[in-house]
């Protein structure tokens, strides 16, 4: 039983790392819980670009762009840190290119943290003809059909030219629903991908290593990801193997797929309680406003998710009264803001009556927008999540979030 | 000979109105010339939202928004006075609908001056199926066929719902070449069109009027337009009617269609001179960065132009050095801002490489931090032409000016 409030420093995440290794990586990341409500923690992260408090949501700048905003308002918005795509970047502009221009903060101009994928997830979801091999994952880019070759080793070179400040392990991506067997296999390969990555990662850093790879950022953390579907069994084998390797964080990936809600949120439970309390933990790919409060609830501290930005741009958008589709004719002689409980500037300057009319007229600024207003709510419900856990009304906050926007319009 | 200081205030452009009617409009709109020099007028103009200081540009906001760009954007850049397109407005979301907002500033969150145009541009531009006749145009909509009607009366009557603080009369635009015979015919068209505007606006303010048009500003001033082609004698033939109807301010319309340069500009010069000095001067349409300075060198106070915004969406940038196309694979690598000397956000913030990995890899990102750099580009032009024209500095601006800026690099 953890106590309900506890401070616990870890420096330089070198506790998991000691396991198999005596190298003790320079990593200027360390994370410390603060509080914690009802399974709910409070912490921060710090990281070569600055602190990162947690629960903390992360928009999506796939491309080097958050889409349909310009990263002054990312920042107003209160973002601390963005996710970039490894896969997209790789392949456009190219990792070596971003690695010349001193890397990708400087080459985006986003002075915070920034998180990396390994660019796996878009290699089985987006790219061509792929093959998985023991070595690596084998494709064809979307953009030109070009033939690459996705390794451990690649993925951690590629992220220490784009110099994340937390880069993560190269996974095989499970489709939903698997066998046992299917899960099986693929989270243990997982585990020998997660061992070449931290192996790679050490390399790089303490040996004078392969030429042509020139980290933009000494201070890079890694993180694990733990894998084994939907089976609990498969998934605690899975997090001990990872954290008996030794990494600076931990994610759950492979959840948010298409399983029944309630199952993800049983597997984050379980999973979540067995991973070490003094490091944190990133739920991949999740999710909906309502996915993030239950998620934090059972011991969540990162998200990400496209579904804020993406939405946005169809026209769907979240409010503290439930979603809208601002397509919908009903809105069309409607004067009022997107959410009269929302302090953003969408909804401080315009109206739903506006708003759909440039949505309907298919003009940038309808995405632009939009897009503000959802990255508004996203972010504003992880700080309302973080003063809940602070003042001890998280169970409060919980249950009249779900209560007030998970009621859905007829239009939605 | 015009005195090279000196300042004459209008109130409520009341003077031309008077020639044929004695009525006296309640119009809040009054033109101040402050100084000249070597041609250029120093000016401002009073609306009933506010004060726009001229020479000035219009950003072009075609459908209530000015693309790729925040209004908050558009305002800190020091527009003053924005354009809305009245042909689709009409069509989308409709005047009537606009109305019932409150107006358009109201609708659209636009707090500033707004000019609208007539719509006839765009019937002749874009609508399909138009036949024209004394009566009016008709014309099918080119968004879903439907059939309309544009007279004169309607224009005024659309625009008086939508509450600019500018409206201008319909006009009938020639297409270039023309004949004389076509021209002349052209312009007494355009003439008989615009007197019929003028009293359709008086009988809005001064009888009960028809039930079904709601103004929604009172004050709204009314531009005549001077047509006639390239022929100068029916542009002094319209020049004099057209003043004889009496209007708030004066437009050349019926430029930069495809004429030479040098007959734009000898056609606005001549114009521009028979024009009463102590109203406003709008060229319609224009133009390049060169042809604002060398047209407000010819009298013009006014201009309005998608070319900012529209090049800008097409990845063709302003610079003081001369234009650049960011999808020259030459700024692959390039770490310089778009333009040294510009402070916009987008030269602040971002490099070339980085405008042209968003362009190439088509992020909405690229269109709004373009957009931004030159209507700066626009907007920080028309400052520098006040300032010359205050320290009496205009012809040496002009000169350095146009020697700089017409620098084509190779790529444009």
Partial sequence: MQPDVWELEVGSGVRGLRVNTPTILDVSFSFTV?????????????????????????????????????FRDVEELGAEIILGNTYHLYLRPGDELIARRGGLHRFIGWSRPILTDSGGFQVFSLAERRVIREEGAEFQSHLDGSRHLLTPERAVD?????????????????????????AAAS??????????????????????????????????????IVQGGTFQDLRDESVDATVAIGFEGYAIGGLSVGEPIDTMYSVVDA???????????YLMGAG????????????????????????ARNGQLFTSEGRINIKNARYAEDDRPLDPRCGCYTCRHHSRAYLRHLYMAGEMSAGA????????????????????????????????????????????
Avoid at 161 to 170: P, Q
Wanted: with cysteine; glycine share 8%.
């Fill in 34 to 70: 603060r509080a914690t409500d009802c399974g709910a923690r409070l912490g921060q992260f710090e990281t070569p670009h600055g602190t990162v408090h947690t629960p903390a949501f992360m928009p999506v700048g796939t491309q080097g762009a958050v889409k349909a905003t310009l």
């Fill in 158 to 182: 590629i992220q220490a030219r784009l110099g994340s400040d937390i880069a993560m392990v190269l996974d095989e991506c499970l489709s939903y629903p698997a066998t046992r067997d299917d």
């Fill in 187 to 224: 989270m243990q390969r997982s585990l020998r991908w997660a061992g070449r990555c931290r192996d790679r990662l050490i390399m790089l850093r303490t040996s004078p290593g392969p030429g042509d790879v020139t980290g933009t950022n000494p201070g890079q953390a890694q993180f694990g």
């Fill in 271 to 281: 999973t979540a309680r067995r991973l070490p309390e003094s490091q944190p933990r």
């Fill in 288 to 311: 909906t406003p309502e996915d993030l409060v239950e998620c934090v609830a059972r011991g969540i501290d990162m998200f990400d998710c496209v579904m804020p930005t993406r939405n």
């Fill in 369 to 412: 927008l939009n897009t503000l207003h959802n990255l508004s709510f996203y972010l504003d419900t992880m700080r309302r999540i973080r003063d809940a856990i602070v003042f001890r009304t998280f169970n409060d906050f919980r249950q009249e979030f779900l209560r007030s926007v998970s009621r859905l319009p007829s239009d939605a």
